[in-house]
């Protein structure tokens, strides 16, 4: 039976790439947290909401309002309904803690959006101001709190994840206002409070990520093996993303910036790589992070710079006209 | 708690995927296939604890409802593996068997093996390649443990027969 025993060994030799492998448990990963064991306590904590939330619903179908509210920026009548109404209902909705974080960040984020329109817009007053800041600080906070329970919960990854998401949209939006305040000299003042602001948030994000990262690197976790996957995973994933956007926005003198940008997230996507396959997973998860963080940042930077040379055209095509064309700066981020 | 069935579950799908991947590569003899498989066996698997049921083999139940995803892939697109042209009376030739132990590799191996008809085969595999014992066999076949007994004794007197 030696050539029985030979065949064995040989179908036994047969296995998974290390790509395949650590793309198909990324993907595991990834759906395990979208797709949480039932937990009977968390949908009963819920349950008191219900009532507020199908109330929410008679009124969206009724009126449309809170969809129409959802394009109002600070100073507009509909304002209050997409912060107290639209937001809290995502809020509610969101089932677990990495979601709530998720949403809060995504607000937070939404409020510089905002103070970005209305500062390329010229409309950026001391009231309106005070109130974004108000509003973003109550959202950075909560998105960081959340965070922080992750951490406490046991969550480190996860925790280490939501912080580096928050840190590459901050870093790029605090880009884009310094940018804003030097070419726009008559509202400096209120876009460099809030460029304070976020400044703040920024390090205390980076901060916690480089704590949560050597916690990592240090291996305490279990989950270190499955973490690096994803992460090596979502930064292939956001590399080529980001590629497909730059390729989608060939004109414009950023583009060259953006390509180097992106070369550099690949060179530490490589080096992570390298740590991977030495077993060393801790190290390999930071850079994982810093190569998705580096390309997420390329990618906002890219779509807000953009969006700013259209709007100064079409401020100078207003001048030139005198006519009171709205103007708007459309941010898409992910 | 919850999250420690989370984690036992990555860990599992870790340990089990390269061997998963094998048995879906030898069901369907196409890679792409095999890999896409052994995902959506792991996402299955996860819909069913994630809603609370219990399962107390793991393994074994990994192997079923990946052979279950073949055989929907089977009825799905119909498409062809050696696994059926061998069931409708394709054969390797003497030279070609001779060519294929020369340069044996996992691949061939599979081909070699498939020389049993598929219910030996299956069963050979189960047992001598992965390890399982005629219980678990049994759970993944959904089949007796006498029936795999039975066909196991009868699977090695085959190859026995074919290759020596």
């Known amino acids: 039976m030696e050539k029985f025993e030979k065949i064995i060994n040989n179908i036994k030799e047969i296995s998974l790439t290390p790509e395949d492998k650590a793309r198909i448990l990324g993907s595991v990963v990834s759906y395990v947290r979208e797709t949480p064991v039932r937990e009977p306590g968390v949908v009963k904590r819920r349950w008191h909401i219900l009532p507020a939330v199908v109330m929410l619903l008679v009124v969206m179908l009724g009126g449309g309002i809170s969809m129409a509210a959802n394009d109002a920026l600070p100073g507009d009548f509909l304002y209050p309904v997409k912060v107290s109404v639209n937001e809290k209902m995502e809020t509610w909705i969101a089932l677990s803690a990495e979601a709530d974080a998720k949403v809060e960040a995504k607000h937070a984020e939404e409020r510089l959006e905002e103070a970005e329109e209305l500062a390329v817009r010229g409309e950026i007053k001391a009231e309106v101001k005070e109130e974004v800041k108000a509003n973003f600080k109550k959202k950075a906070a909560r998105a960081r709190a959340l965070a922080e329970e992750l951490k406490a919960e046991g969550k480190l990854e996860t925790s280490a994840r939501l912080n580096s998401e928050f840190e590459s949209v901050l870093v790029a939006h605090e880009r884009i206002l310094s940018d804003i305040s030097e070419s726009d000299d008559d509202d400096q003042e209120e876009i460099n409070e809030i460029r304070g602001e976020v400044g703040g948030y920024l390090s205390a994000a980076a901060e916690a990520r480089a704590r949560n990262e050597s916690e990592i690197a240090g291996g305490v976790s279990v989950n270190v093996t499955a973490a690096a996957r994803e992460a090596l995973q979502a930064a292939l994933e956001k590399i080529e993303e980001v590629e497909g956007y730059i390729e989608s926005h060939p004109k414009g003198n950023t583009r060259p910036e953006a390509i180097a940008r992106l070369d550099d997230s690949r060179e530490i996507l490589l080096q992570g790589r390298g740590r991977l396959e030495s077993g060393a997973y801790g190290e390999a998860f930071i850079l994982f992070q810093r190569a998705y963080r580096m390309a997420q940042e390329t990618k906002l930077w890219l779509n807000i710079q953009n969006s700013l040379q259209v709007e100064r055209k079409e401020n100078m095509e207003k001048e030139n006209d005198g006519e009171d064309k709205e103007i708007r700066v459309e941010v898409e981020v992910e | ?164």
């Open chain 2, 1 to 164: 708690m919850e999250s420690g069935k989370e984690e036992r579950f990555i860990k599992a799908c870790e340990d089990y995927a390269d061997a998963l991947f094998r048995y879906s590569l030898y069901k369907t003899s196409d890679r792409e296939l095999a890999k896409d498989l052994v995902q959506e066996c792991f996402t299955r698997t996860w819909n069913y604890l994630a809603a609370g049921q219990e399962v107390e083999n793991l393994r074994a139940f990994f192997y079923r409802t990946l052979g279950n995803l073949v055989i929907d892939e089977y009825r799905k697109k119909k498409s062809i593996s050696l696994d059926r042209m061998l069931e409708g009376g394709y054969d390797i030739k003497t030279e070609e068997l001779e060519q294929l132990e020369n340069k044996l590799d996992g691949e061939r191996a599979i081909t070699l093996l498939k020389k049993l008809s598929r219910p030996y085969a299956d069963v050979v595999y189960l047992k001598y390649v992965e390890n399982l014992s005629n219980q678990e066999i049994a759970q993944v076949l959904g089949e007796s443990e006498t029936a795999v007994a039975v066909k196991l004794h009868r699977g090695l007197k085959k190859m026995k027969k074919l290759f020596e």
